[in-house]
């Protein structure tokens, strides 16, 4: 089993920044690659950032240039830094943990930027 715990959510303006961070307990040797997911009302969850723990990032089109992923130095972090936010990447933030066994998320944190 592996945890998530996600925090870092907020209210920011448009054009604003803010920074999500995920740290993952339990099986952390199993862990392949962390990263972000979200979901906006009434509408599907969708990719936004991922982490290899060899470095490869994969990146949303609708992302690219604004936010960036990295992870900790112990490996069972990841971060996400969202710059110049626009109302449409309002969402619940999901951390996402993938393992030989499957993926495991956490609880999820809302983001949501005003115009």
């Known amino acids: 089993q592996v945890q998530l715990v996600e925090s870092g959510g907020g209210l920011v303006q448009a054009g604003g920044s803010l920074r999500l961070s995920c740290a993952a307990s339990g099986r952390i040797f199993s862990i392949n690659g962390m990263g972000w997911y979200r979901q906006a009302p009434g509408k599907q969850r969708e990719l936004v950032a991922t982490m290899s723990n060899g470095g490869i990032t994969n990146y949303a089109d609708s992302v690219k240039g604004r936010f960036t992923i990295s992870r900790g130095t112990a490996k069972n972090t990841v971060y996400l830094q969202m710059n110049s936010l626009k109302p449409e990447d309002t969402a619940v933030y999901y951390c996402?943990?993938?393992?030989?066994?499957?993926?495991?998320w956490g609880q999820g944190t809302q983001v949501t930027v005003s115009s």
């Open positions: 996402n943990g993938e393992t030989t066994w499957g993926n495991y």
